[in-house]
């Protein structure tokens, strides 16, 4: 059984930064693919950066420029770091793991931005 812990949310100032992690445990195989998705209240989750074991990257436009999404292979854990924050950026955060047609998901970690 795969367990994903986030951890890193909290309050910003727009502009400021944050970086959220995601430790991974349990049954990790090596062909997988990490990601971050958000939701904001009221509205779909939606995506918002992935990353392959090989490291190929792929982000949302919102976020293209403002965020780096990275991961260690070694240890099972993902990264997002997030840099030029907006109030828009407002949401939970889940940390996602798919390998071989199951999909799992964290429980969260909010990041709430706002002066």
């Known amino acids: 059984q795969v367990q994903l812990v986030e951890s890193g949310g909290g309050l910003v100032r727009p502009g400021g930064s944050l970086r959220l992690s995601c430790a991974a445990s349990g049954s990790i195989f090596s062909i997988n693919v990490m990601g971050w998705y958000r939701q904001a209240p009221g509205k779909q989750r939606e995506l918002v950066a992935t990353?392959?074991?090989?490291?190929?990257?792929n982000y949302a436009d919102s976020v293209k420029g403002r965020f780096t999404i990275s991961r260690h292979n070694a240890d099972n854990t993902m990264y997002l770091q997030m840099n030029s924050l907006k109030p828009e950026d407002t949401a939970a955060y889940y940390c996602n793991l798919q390998q071989y047609g199951v999909n799992i998901w964290g429980k969260g970690t909010l990041v709430t931005v706002s002066s």
């Open positions: 990353i392959t074991n090989l490291g190929s990257t």
